[in-house]
């Protein structure tokens, strides 16, 4: 037994466990997939003195259409999103991303409200969300609200959360007509988290001049990071190939990655320039070849 | 605190369990120390090295980041499952034999847990494919060649 005693709750309803956590606030920890809260709890950097499992509330879980946009619900694993083949044929992007996503074992456990709450700056679904422009509904016992993604990262696993509320459902806006993605990191392992990754989006007209792009990192700071603004010289041009490594630039010098014993901060840069040169390019591809 | 005591009731390879168990008792240590399944291995106990994996409702899972209680009313198997009941070996874990997937084995429980799983959903699997499977599953001695041999070796036995 490694963690510090808890009293363990298994919340029979959502509005059971919104209850219990206004009552217990801070104390009590919210258990998902468990795959990094048991992890900090073994090592006893957390210790809550109640646990409340919402594994067994219906309707947390799951995929559903909602006007022009797609419902996740905060329980739904990995695993499911990578098995829903209409999920992956509408959000490639994530469909891309998923296999970088830690290990099989893990992807069967872990939750995508789980990871986003955690908010890990080097996970990839946090700069994703941001990418996509996400909304995420969240809720306490009495009342609820939307956050738009980036409003949600507040810091290195701190989000806007209040004790008693829960992440309970993400808004995915579904993708204009020629739209391509791309997803790419860089890690030391594959599963491992990213030195750097990158999620962009590129929207392009009919004369291939591009109408939106969107570009959001991860691994490179204390959130995840939105550098959508490095490509505004790109909104209403062609994506050339000089276009593409002036953009990778501006990034490297909008980035302020902190390093670590693994990468330096110049080489966690230069690897943030490099993806944002290929993921470019690669979006800019697939969105003229309509997918 | 007092002691948060939780009355559970699981299955292991096909044989119900009831137990009462301490809210903080991971699965890992359950199975080792409660029902005495020694087979599961416990690596790192934080969800890294793969040793500790085994199928919660026929999925892998590392049972390190999953408490007993959570395993109430569902189905586990473990590394003591996997022969026949003639006592023969799965044909991974002949593969695994011939083809010296292992050295000091520590891993093995885990290798074959979530390989079995693997090939009952991948009949064909390509080398690529397997070696993705196998990438949440650490294994010091063998550099992994072995042990991919093995697995598409059980693949094409399983096939015939």
């Known amino acids: 037994m490694k963690p510090a005693p808890f009293k363990y709750i298994a919340a029979s309803s959502l509005g059971d466990a919104l209850a219990l956590k206004a009552e217990h606030g801070d104390d009590a920890k919210f258990l998902a997939g468990g795959q990094s809260l048991i992890p900090t709890m073994n090592f006893r950097l957390a210790r809550p003195t109640i646990l409340i499992d919402i594994n067994k509330i219906d309707g947390l879980a799951g995929i559903r259409a909602s006007s022009g946009a797609t419902r996740i619900g905060a329980l739904t694993r990995y695993r499911a999103l990578q098995r829903d083949a209409a999920f992956a044929m509408a959000f490639p992007l994530i469909g891309e991303a998923l296999p970088h996503i830690a290990h099989p074992q893990i992807r069967n456990r872990g939750t995508i409200g789980g990871n986003l709450s955690h908010a890990d700056p080097a996970s990839e679904l946090p700069a994703i969300a941001v990418a996509l422009g996400a909304r995420f509904r969240v809720q306490a016992a009495k009342q609820e609200r939307w956050v738009e993604a980036p409003d949600f990262f507040v810091g290195a696993l701190t989000t806007g959360l209040k004790p008693d509320e829960m992440l309970v459902e993400i808004e995915l806006p579904l993708a204009k007509p020629r739209t391509g993605s791309c997803f790419m990191e860089i890690a030391r392992r594959r599963g491992d988290f990213a030195i750097a990754g990158t999620a962009v989006i590129v929207t392009l007209d009919e004369r291939d001049e591009c109408i939106e792009v969107r570009l959001a990192f991860c691994g490179v700071g204390e959130t995840p990071i939105d550098a959508s603004s490095a490509a505004d010289a790109l909104v209403g041009n062609k994506p050339t190939e000089t276009a593409i490594i002036d953009v990778a630039k501006s990034v490297q010098a909008m980035i302020d990655p902190g390093g670590s014993v693994h990468a330096t901060a110049d080489y966690q840069r230069h690897i943030a320039g490099v993806l944002t040169e290929r993921a470019l390019q690669t979006a800019c591809q697939r969105a003229r070849d309509g997918h | ?160």
């Open chain 2, 1 to 160: 605190m007092d002691i948060d005591h939780h009355d559970i009731t699981v299955s292991v390879n096909g044989k119900q369990y009831r137990r009462r168990v301490e809210s903080r008792m991971l699965l890992s240590d359950f199975l080792r120390h409660d029902l005495a399944l020694a087979g599961t291995h416990v690596g790192c106990e934080h969800g890294v090295c793969g040793a500790c994996t085994i199928l919660l409702d026929g999925q892998p899972i590392r049972s390190c980041l999953m408490l007993a209680v959570q395993a109430n009313h569902h189905e586990l198997s473990t590394v003591e499952g996997l022969t026949n009941p003639a006592g023969e070996y799965h044909p991974l874990q002949q593969a695994m034999h011939d083809h010296h997937g292992l050295q000091c084995g520590y891993c093995t429980p885990g290798i074959l847990m979530t390989m079995t799983a693997f090939l009952d959903e991948n009949a064909c699997p390509s080398e690529d494919e397997v070696r993705e499977a196998l990438s949440g599953n650490l294994c010091r001695c063998t550099g992994y060649q072995s042990i991919v041999d093995a697995v598409l070796a059980a693949a094409m036995r399983m096939r015939s």
